[in-house]
């Protein structure tokens, strides 16, 4: 369960035959050791069954389609050979500690790398890692189980008012998501900026913390929280209106003054008693990434499977999100057979199935649409990997329906917790052995 940040042992104690997660809080682990390099040697019993795969061989589900006679095609030419099309990772950076989110403010070259200890490190159009860090907040972090700096999300116009925000575990272990500033200098951010936008109570468990931020088109901040821990939802969150735990929650935060939001009104539950304005979309397990493609405006939202399927849902422009099932489903499968109706519940668009011992992975690690300039071939295609098997896959959605689904042979990267996206829309793949990969050209 704990996917992306679990320790070995952890992860193989929520593995199915072994005994489930305690009801306690675990002790915390180093932070260094969680997402070192020497893990990638473990992979073969890190069996995370909070996550889901999709390695060589998976199995791909769909909802299933009219089953019509077979139609003989007619004979045509054989219609001349693509080109030749593949990918490959170029490395750009090394050395990071457990990093797990790159971005860029609109317009800029640089690169912000996101460590999950609680350091944000610049990495500058040449190339080089910048020694002081943009930020470091590394004394405000709890790193706990799944705990630490998990994201950050720039203001549309940061160029103008160099407001950017970040999603972390407090000492208390509890959500935080605070509102930074950029100082006089550009390549340092003013620590002593720092003001609360929102704080998600998280209590008993140290995993399921969601952990991204990321505006819409629509200029809201957008955040997706875990479901509170443990194995199958004990406490009931995802399903629970008022509750903030297992949701996307989608913020106004062009506020001034505390609290440093509103609730949009167009929200779902706005005015709603028992019912959190805050909420956009429920019935999440751990949305640990999420992207909206730029150019259609859809949202993909990947969220981590707890035993045996992973998902990926997909949300139309301009659409008011739902109720995405857990923990009634896991993915388009019974997960809670006492209360599995599926009226009113919104199935994923693409999920794929672990495989006998997670064979084909077991945690979905989102990526994002690409709409960069240098692989006009890959244009529309979402990327995506699993944390436990490394891959490079990607699909394309268009017209309500999955297609082109594909493996890159790209090599094996290690535990892949996170991807990147730069201002010019180039993707990044980022390597629990502290390495960062630019996706390019073969």
């Known amino acids: 369960m704990a996917e992306h940040l679990k320790s070995p042992s952890a992860a193989l104690a929520d593995t199915p035959g072994f005994a489930a997660e305690p009801a306690v809080v675990p002790a915390a682990a180093p932070a260094a050791t969680l997402l070192s390099t020497t893990l990638a040697v473990l992979l073969a019993v890190l069996l995370a069954a909070c996550g889901g795969g999709g390695g060589g061989g998976s199995t791909v589900t769909t909802p299933e389609a009219p089953v019509t006679p077979p139609v003989t095609p007619p004979v045509t030419p054989p219609e001349p050979p693509a080109p030749a099309?593949?990918?490959?990772?170029?490395?750009i950076a090394s050395g990071l500690d457990a990093p797990l989110f790159l971005t860029a403010p609109a317009g800029d070259a640089r690169r912000f790398i996101v460590e999950r200890a609680g350091r944000i490190r610049l990495l500058a159009a040449n190339g080089a890692i910048a020694a002081t860090p943009f930020l470091d907040l590394s004394g405000l972090i709890s790193t706990s189980g799944e705990g630490g700096l998990l994201s950050m999300a720039f203001h549309p116009h940061y160029a103008q008012n160099g407001r950017f925000y970040i999603y972390y575990t407090d000492k208390f272990q509890n959500i935080a998501i605070d509102e930074v500033k950029v100082s006089a200098n550009p390549d340092l951010a003013d620590r002593d900026s720092l003001r609360r936008v929102i704080t998600i109570p998280h209590p008993n468990y140290t995993n399921h913390y969601g952990g991204l931020l990321a505006f819409g088109p629509d200029g809201y901040l957008y955040a997706g929280t875990g479901d509170g821990g443990s194995a199958g939802d004990p406490n009931g969150n995802a399903q629970n209106l008022d509750s903030l735990l297992g949701k996307l929650l989608r913020l106004n935060v062009d506020n001034p003054?505390?609290?440093?939001?509103?609730?949009?009104?167009?929200n779902p539950f706005v005015g709603q008693d028992?019912?959190?304005?805050?909420?956009?979309?429920?019935?999440?397990?751990?949305?640990?990434?999420?992207?909206?493609?730029?150019?259609?405006?859809?949202?993909?939202?990947?969220?981590?499977?707890?035993?045996?399927?992973?998902?990926?849902?997909?949300?139309?422009?301009?659409?008011k999100a739902a109720n995405y099932g857990w923990n009634i489903m896991e993915g388009t499968r019974c997960y809670n057979a006492a209360t599995c109706a599926q009226q009113g519940l919104t199935l994923p668009a693409f999920e794929y199935e672990h495989g006998a011992n997670d064979a084909n992975g077991c945690s979905i690690t989102g990526g994002f649409v690409y709409r960069g300039t240098a692989l006009p071939e890959l244009a529309g295609r979402y990327l995506y990997s699993d944390y436990c098997k490394g891959f490079l896959k990607s699909f394309l959605y268009a017209n309500g329906a999955v297609s082109e689904a594909k493996e890159w042979d790209v090599g094996s990267i290690g535990f892949v917790p996170a991807f990147g996206q730069d201002a010019a829309g180039e993707i990044y793949v980022l390597s629990g052995a502290g390495k960062v990969y630019q996706i390019v050209r073969k």
Request: net charge negative.
């Open 85 to 91: 099309f593949a990918l490959a990772l170029r490395e």
């Open 257 to 266: 003054l505390p609290p440093l939001y509103t609730v949009p009104s167009d």
């Open 274 to 319: 028992g019912k959190r304005g805050e909420i956009w979309a429920f019935g999440l397990r751990n949305p640990w990434r999420f992207t909206f493609d730029p150019a259609s405006g859809q949202l993909y939202i990947a969220d981590v499977g707890q035993e045996l399927r992973e998902e990926v849902n997909i949300v139309p422009a301009a659409q």
